[in-house]
């Protein structure tokens, strides 16, 4: 019982001294005997479109990110809960709307940036969900024995009722002054690890 799937999607459109550069990515993912969907193969290729581009509408570059975060304490508990691009999606009956202190989190989230210069973003745009992987202390990102495999939101869509559940949604727009910024990756990088198949 070996199953498998595949999606392809372009992630990146730019204009560069060449010409206009494609970026597709694609991931196969395969499930043995009934078991969750694990990435088993990605793929990356890149297109050159010979000529010179001076329109950079349509323009834009998409990644995927995880990250596992330790809620060791009440603080990180209260910085989490400051961030109003962190809201409360489903929590188990009678719990509260924040991580539970001890647990890991699991963020993945899709950053999506639109360019209206050559190497200057026009808007950032995050979509993604978090949930809570484990109780217990925070797994060794080397191995992530004992927490349950991630699986891409595409083919699991919204977790069970009974788990916590957050929403990450972000907006940032050029202001005429500074490119937009991704507040959401910089949380993350400086506050937490990348999932073990980020790495």
Excluded: Y
Excluded at 107 to 115: D, G, L, N, S, W
Excluded at 135 to 159: A, K
């Amino acid at each position: 019982g070996e199953s498998v799937r595949s999606r392809l999607r372009i992630s990146e459109v730019r204009n560069e001294r060449a010409g206009r550069v494609v970026t597709c990515e694609g991931i196969i993912l395969r499930s043995m005997s009934g078991e969750g969907w694990r990435p088993w193969l990605r793929l990356r290729s890149r297109f050159l479109f010979r000529g010179t581009f001076t329109d950079h509408s349509g323009t834009f570059s998409a990644t995927e990110r995880s990250f596992d975060m330790h809620v060791k304490d009440e603080t990180v508990r209260q910085v989490l809960a400051s961030k109003a691009w962190f809201s409360a999606r489903r929590a188990p009956a009678g719990e509260a709307e924040m991580p539970p202190v001890g647990c890991t989190l699991r963020a993945k989230f899709r950053t999506v940036v639109e360019f209206n210069a050559a190497g200057r973003s026009k808007s950032v745009r995050i979509q993604g969900a978090a949930t809570v992987v484990s109780s217990v202390e925070p797994p060794d990102v080397s191995s992530l024995g004992g927490v349950r495999p991630f699986e891409p939101l595409e083919e699991t869509g919204d977790p069970p009722s009974d788990e916590w559940a957050w929403s990450l949604s972000f907006l940032s727009e050029d202001d005429g002054i500074s490119a937009a910024f991704d507040a959401v990756s910089a949380f993350f990088e400086r506050h937490a690890q990348p999932t073990a198949q980020e790495m």
